[in-house]
């Protein structure tokens, strides 16, 4: 666990009003590490979601941080925070979406299974609904991969075994 993170930006319309998710993910299990919502995609939600995450780590030597080439991840405040604790920034080729499949795929599961379909009241309650679903998806959503256990009970089982 923590040796490769993804990350990226998505984008939700509720009722005209739009709505970021931030989050990053583990490659080791597709855990949530952290993420931010936010109504605007500003860099202080990024550099929240990223300060987030890095608490979860005691030594983020060695770490290395994923993304695209989104404006958020060449901004000077984002590379600083990832390169003082220690992690390296790692960055998909100019207009390659594969280089970050994992996290397409993350958002295009979570898009399937959370938002299609679905009729959100107002953000607030999207928000709070999409809280819920992370959650879900971290602490019970099973997955083959991970020898039908949930991101967090793969992770907690590896860690209890070295």
Not at 1 to 7: G, N, R, V, Y
Not at 90 to 107: I, P
Not at 137 to 161: M, W
């Given at each position: ?12 319309n ?5 709505v ?10 597709q855990?949530?590490v ?6 605007t ?12 995450a890095?608490?979860r780590?005691e030594?983020?030597?060695g770490?290395?941080?994923h ?8 901004m000077?405040d984002?590379?600083h925070r ?8 790692s960055m998909s ?6 280089d970050n499949?994992?996290?397409?795929n993350?958002f ?5 299974e959370?938002?299609?379909g ?8 999207f ?7 992370l ?13 039908g256990?949930s991101?967090?009970?793969y992770?907690?089982?590896?860690l209890?075994?070295d």
């Amino acid at each position: 666990p923590h040796q490769k993170w993804a990350t990226d930006v998505t984008e939700f319309n509720i009722r005209g009003e739009k709505v970021y998710l931030s989050p990053v993910l583990d490659l080791y299990n597709q855990e949530v590490v952290a993420y931010e919502v936010s109504r605007t995609p500003r860099l202080l939600m990024v550099v929240t979601m990223l300060d987030k995450a890095l608490r979860r780590v005691e030594d983020a030597q060695g770490l290395v941080l994923h993304s695209d080439q989104g404006w958020q991840y060449q901004m000077a405040d984002y590379r600083h925070r990832v390169t003082a604790r220690g992690a390296e920034i790692s960055m998909s080729r100019k207009g390659n979406c594969l280089d970050n499949a994992v996290m397409e795929n993350f958002f295009g599961v979570l898009k399937s299974e959370f938002f299609h379909g679905q009729r959100f009241s107002d953000v607030t309650t999207f928000i709070e609904e999409l809280e819920s679903y992370l959650h879900y998806y971290n602490h019970e959503r099973i997955k083959v991969k991970l020898k039908g256990l949930s991101p967090v009970e793969y992770r907690t089982q590896a860690l209890n075994t070295d």
